[in-house]
């Protein structure tokens, strides 16, 4: 019992954790899937949605924030698709790449000019901040639905794409991009819903997020991107449940580090992980065996 | 359409080119030759974080100067007046950003340097004022490699050694601790001076220490806070940045960390006060000054940032004064009092009269030894209440 109490805390904080990469890397992956492009400013539309809510949340209630927030998040991510990759979709892969790194800056500096660089205090909202006591343990109550949270949302989504006819599209698209074009599908409208859902999920995502962890910068964004990013490539980039047990992995491996002391090293090993991965797993866990054009 | 696009472009661009011409080719005549009759500007660079990190320190520390500004806009030397001109930078708390601020300073031709907050950037700045033979007199920048073997860097604040073993001593004294855990950030020459600094003089008085880091961009510090108890530390010393702290702090109130946090300068900020607001949390940190040291400054000072909305949102939405505003307001002093002095305001001579200024600031009398450190014999250690969410004086300790 005394062992639990001590330890339990790190294993909270890894799902809690691994939860909310997961949220973001099935953004990356999805993207990936689709287009073959890794999508940069992902993680700063991760932050953009926290930013929202901080100023939004000041003048509307949370009921109506909170949604609010949800859809212009959605709205941001079709934005940043139809301005910045569709005019590129003919381009070659780089300059896609290298557009996407562009609207990363430009996102993190509006910000930085917007919040004149403070961190931003993230607001509590109630019931979800809350602290409970889990077996002796303290923690909020966002760190005990995140990974419940998660899961659910994952369930829905793979039905979406297994079930559905957008869904059906999806998977089309991302097996030929040329032949499901011939086939009639209409490959942009496809390839919006997927930002729309990528976005949503980095929107739900931010909430759980800062509710944890309450300071929202221009630059937070940057390392939950990265690491989702890892994630996304340890599960097998262009898979969803891989992207999502690679998440939980990642978090979880991350703080039991932390428990032995190592805590210099914590983000050393998430990137070290990469390494090994793309040595002897390329694909990752449930990657496409098909070596791909690229 | 697509050609007339082009061409408007390249139009735009072209004009870019020449506003850029213009702009290079004017201050050229204006100053030939700093120190004579030429100009009657002086320049002084303000080199602060605005944003990043320390980002919120950084504009109430250039505050403290605009305010200094505002209060003696001219000084006499050899009986002429001269206006004097703060040129701003922002160095984004960012060591390799830094640099290039501090370039921006230099191209400007400004004849002394205030700044920064945050030892990392001055140290990575130093070098291209010490190129360029500008004397720089560091704010609150408190870690010894800021001045150490630099001639030309003064300071108007103690140091992290002295800082480590005020707060080794507020543990001892205060809760006969024993056991310590040190939270730094890695790659901060602050925070892990500071901690070091701690830990030889925590056990030098009989204590134990845990030293743990954290890196750039890390937000989750529930697995140091659940260390720190599970370990059975009577004490947690955090001297990390406002916006780390932030974080941190919220997490210790969330898992309870039940012992006293115990930190250097940085936390002494309204962010952090606000932060702590109706928190079971016991935070005490050590300072340049408190509030009431001068009430005269005190009140003029709220004055002018009641009159000044730039200002008031610049140092967090109200009035708290904070140390190193004030750190700030006698660095610009300092600086005025060297020129008067040196009778010239060049670098060369203003670098040459530093070492033997003398002047007696709102935070105290300021001198230098011979590193050009100011000499500081204690430290106000403050309290947070956290029922208002307001500092208050809890002591000053001497070290001894």
New interface residues.
């Given amino acids: 019992m005394q062992w639990i109490q001590?330890?339990l805390?790190?294993f909270?904080?890894g799902i809690s954790?691994g939860g909310q990469y997961a949220l973001i890397a099935i953004g990356y992956t999805m993207v990936y899937g689709i287009l073959r492009l890794i999508n940069f400013a992902h993680g700063d539309i991760f932050m953009c949605a926290g930013l929202m809510l901080v100023y939004l949340s000041a003048s509307l209630p949370f009921y109506v924030s909170i949604p609010l927030v949800l859809l212009l998040t959605v709205l941001l991510g079709f934005t940043v698709e139809r301005v910045a990759y569709k005019p590129l979709r003919k381009a070659p892969r780089m300059s896609v790449m290298i557009s996407a790194i562009g609207v990363s800056y430009l996102l993190q500096n509006v910000a930085?000019y917007v919040t004149?660089?403070?961190?931003k205090?993230y607001p509590a909202i109630p019931w979800l901040s809350d602290?409970v006591t889990v077996f002796g343990a303290?923690?909020?109550r966002v760190t005990i639905i995140t990974p419940f949270l998660t899961i659910i949302l994952i369930v829905l989504l793979v039905l979406l794409i297994n079930h559905t006819n957008v869904g059906m599209a999806m998977r089309a698209v991302s097996k030929d991009f040329e032949t499901s074009l011939l086939m009639g599908i209409k490959i942009d409208n496809v390839i919006s819903v997927t930002f729309i859902i990528g976005s949503f999920l980095a929107g739900v995502g931010s909430l759980l997020?800062f509710s944890?962890?309450?300071?929202v910068?221009?630059?937070?964004g940057?390392?939950?991107g990265l690491k989702a990013f890892v994630a996304a490539v340890f599960g097998g980039i262009g898979s969803v449940p891989g992207a999502v047990i690679g998440a939980f992995i990642i978090g979880i491996c991350e703080?039991i580090i932390?428990?032995m002391?190592w805590?210099?090293f914590?983000?050393a090993f998430t990137f070290a992980l990469l390494i090994l991965i793309l040595i002897f797993r390329p694909t990752g866990l449930f990657g496409e065996k098909v070596t791909d054009k690229v | 359409m697509k050609k007339v696009l082009t061409l408007l472009l390249v139009a735009v661009m072209l004009l870019g080119l020449c506003a850029c011409g213009g702009n290079s080719n004017n201050p050229t005549p204006a100053n030939p030759d700093p120190g004579t009759e030429a100009t009657d500007t002086i320049k002084i660079g303000i080199f602060q974080?605005?944003?990043?990190d320390n980002?919120?320190p950084g504009?109430q520390e250039t505050l403290g100067s605009q305010y200094a500004n505002v209060v003696q806009p001219t000084v006499e030397i050899n009986g002429k007046t001269y206006n004097v001109e703060l040129v701003i930078v922002?160095n984004?708390s960012s060591n390799d950003k830094a640099v290039s601020a501090a370039q921006t300073l230099v191209s400007q031709d400004v004849s002394v340097v205030l700044g920064s907050y945050g030892s990392g950037v001055s140290i990575a700045g130093s070098d291209v004022f010490g190129a360029a033979g500008i004397p720089c007199i560091g704010v609150s920048c408190t870690n010894p490699q800021v001045t150490l073997g630099n001639d030309f860097y003064f300071r108007v604040c103690f140091l992290d050694p002295f800082q480590g073993t005020v707060l080794a001593n507020l543990a001892v004294d205060q809760y006969k601790a024993q056991k310590a855990y040190v939270l730094t950030k890695?790659g901060d020459d602050y925070s892990v001076g500071v901690g070091n600094y701690f830990k030889n003089a925590f056990e030098k008085l009989g204590g134990e220490c845990i030293v743990?880091?954290?890196?750039e961009?890390?937000?989750?510090f529930?697995?140091?806070?659940?260390?720190a108890k599970?370990e059975g530390c009577q004490i947690c010393v955090a001297p990390i940045s406002?916006?780390a702290a932030?974080?941190f702090l919220?997490?210790a109130a969330?898992?309870?960390i039940g012992m006293p946090i115990l930190a250097g300068d940085t936390f002494d900020s309204n962010?952090i006060a606000?932060?702590g607001k109706g928190k079971n949390l016991d935070i005490y940190c050590s300072t340049f000054y408190v509030e009431g040291g001068n009430p005269e400054f005190d009140s003029n000072f709220k004055a002018w940032m009641e009159s000044d909305a730039t200002a008031l949102?610049?140092n967090g939405g109200n009035t708290t004064i904070a140390a190193c505003s004030v750190l700030g307001y006698d660095a610009y002093f300092v600086a005025l009092e060297a020129m008067k002095k040196a009778g010239a305001f060049d670098k060369d001579s203003i670098k040459a009269a530093l070492p033997d200024v003398e002047y007696d600031g709102v935070t105290g009398h300021i001198a230098f030894d011979e590193n050009g450190d100011a000499i500081r014999d204690s430290a106000f250690v403050k309290h947070l209440n956290t029922e208002t969410g307001e500092y208050e004086l809890f002591g000053i300790q001497q070290v001894k």
């Avoid at chain 2, 743990?212 to 890196?215: D, I, L, R, S, Y």
Wanted: zero cysteines; a negative charge; proline letters at 5%.
């Fill in positions: 001590q330890n805390p790190y909270l904080a954790v930085l004149g660089g403070l961190s205090q602290t303290l923690t909020k997020f944890n962890y309450t300071g910068t221009p630059t937070v940057a390392m939950p703080n932390k428990a002391g805590t210099t914590s983000d | 974080p605005a944003s990043g980002g919120a504009k922002d984004e890695l743990e880091t954290f890196q961009g890390n937000s989750d529930t697995s140091y806070i659940t260390k599970n406002v916006e932030a974080l919220e997490q969330t898992q309870d962010v606000g932060v949102a610049n």
